[in-house]
C-alpha cells in the first residue's frame, strides 16, 4: 500500500484544483506531446482518442478529480478501479508509470510557467506516486485474476 501524502502536500494540490481545471487540457496534452517521443508508450494508446482530443480531456478531468479529492480517496475508487481496468486491457506495466511522471511534471511547468514552483512540482510528484502505487497495485491483481496468454 502506498505511503501517506504528506499534509503539505495535500494542501498544495488541493490548492491547485481550480488552474487545473483552467489549465488541464493544456497540460495533458502537452503531457501526451513529451510521452509519446517514446513510439513504445505511444502505441498503448488509442489513436482515436488522441486526434479527436478525448484522452487528453479525460485524464485532465481525472487530474482535477484528484486534486480536488486528494484528501478523501475513498469518493475515487470507482475512478480507480475503473483506470486500473483500463490500463490492465492496454497492457500497461509499472515500468510505464516513471515515465509518464518524466512527462507529466515538466509539462504542468510547461503551460504554467513560474506559478508551477518547484515546491508545488514536488508536491505533485508526491501525488502522482501515491496514486501511481495504488495503480500499480490494482493492476497487479488484477494482472494477476487474469493473466495475460
Known sequence: ???ELSAESIQIVKATA???VQHGVAITTRMYER???DPEIKALFDEAAQTS???PKRLA???VAYAQNVDNLPALAGAVERM???HVQTY???EHYPKVAEALLPAIRDVLGEAASDKV???WGEAYWFLADILIARERALYAEHPLS
Request: hydrophobic letters at 60%; charged letters at 15%.
Open 1 to 3: 500500500m502506498a505511503n
Open 18 to 20: 481550480p488552474v487545473l
Open 35 to 37: 510521452l509519446f517521443v
Open 53 to 55: 482530443g478525448e484522452q
Open 61 to 63: 478531468a481525472a487530474i
Open 84 to 86: 486500473a481496468a483500463r
Open 92 to 94: 500497461v506495466k509499472p
Open 121 to 123: 512540482l514536488e508536491a
